[in-house]
């Protein structure tokens, strides 16, 4: 089957690398033209995590150009809403119309108990993962609407949005509310045909988590932990037998709520998980 989403255009935030880059490729090989912005840049100063760069989402524009579609770069922090909605007013005229949003974009910091983090840490992470999610679709659904023809909304929460993890306990009630924000939006948009889903990966095979803090948040008993004594650790989360999943993983379960092959499914909680909602 392809072009499953011949066509329509995507609107994703996030996109310079991980999931966001994979999402934009997806959805770019069944037919989309894409609006991609990403901060590019630092959030948080509490993070051992590289932050993506021009160069990350000037490469994911030629991942997508190659596959002969069109796409509208911006360099714009989620945080900002103003900034975003010029960046979606900006793509929608350049390229004709809006039918989905990925509100993508997130960060990691921390990793304290919930008492001993740092407000600055609780700001920075709410106003990412939870602000920029409700900011990005306050920005971008107008197009949808003003159309008439329905459309579909990815919000990016993860398991931790479903339970709780210790260490990360701010990421945990961003997370949580990225299920409430899903559910909200779902019954308020749903008399215009838009549907709005959530995603709920476990570990992904991204910076977010292949990174030194998480080694050393899931293997505290080593000194200078590996990747290989992450997966060790990693694999107790699931019941299938692995670690984590690939960023792909999360991109085809976008592409299926964006197409019409879920076009009665909206406030949907859906698990990419390797089963770790069963443990």
């Known amino acids: 089957m392809t072009g499953r989403v011949e066509g329509r255009v995507a609107f994703i935030t996030g996109a310079a690398r991980g999931q966001g880059r994979s999402h934009a490729v997806r959805l770019a090989e069944e037919g989309a033209d894409i609006i ?9 100063s509490n993070t051992q995590i590289e932050p993506a760069t021009r160069d990350d989402l000037l490469e994911t524009a030629d991942l ?3 596959l002969n579609r069109r796409i509208v770069t911006a360099e714009v922090d989620v945080r900002d809403y103003d900034a975003l909605k010029a960046a979606v ?27 001993r983090t740092s407000e600055a840490d609780w700001t920075d992470m709410i106003d990412v993962n939870l602000s920029g999610v409700w900011k990005t679709v306050k920005a971008a659904v107008p197009h949808l609407i003003s159309q008439g023809q329905g459309g579909s909304i990815i919000l990016t929460s993860s398991v931790g949005g479903l339970k709780a993890y210790p260490h990360t306990g701010h990421y ?16 308020e948009l749903g008399q215009h045909s838009i549907r709005v889903n959530s995603v709920h990966p476990t570990n992904v095979n991204t910076p977010l988590f292949m990174n030194e803090g998480t080694m050393k948040l899931f293997r505290p008993d080593l000194e200078s932990p590996g990747q290989d004594d992450l997966a060790v650790a990693a694999q107790f989360m699931h ?34 998980d390797a089963g770790s909602m069963l443990k």
């Open 36 to 44: 991609a912005v990403d901060v590019c840049g630092p959030v948080s």
């Open 64 to 66: 997508v150009k190659r």
């Open 89 to 115: 007013d900006s793509g929608v005229e350049q390229l004709g119309r809006l039918d989905v949003i990925c509100a993508n974009a997130g960060i990691g910091n921390g990793g304290q108990t919930l008492d």
């Open 172 to 187: 945990i009630a961003a997370k949580h509310g990225v299920v409430g924000l899903m559910r909200t939006f779902a019954v």
């Open 239 to 272: 019941v299938l037998p692995v670690g984590w999943v690939e960023p792909v993983d999360i991109s085809n379960a976008v592409l299926f709520l964006a197409s019409d092959e879920a076009r009665y499914i909206t406030g949907l909680t859906m698990t990419v």
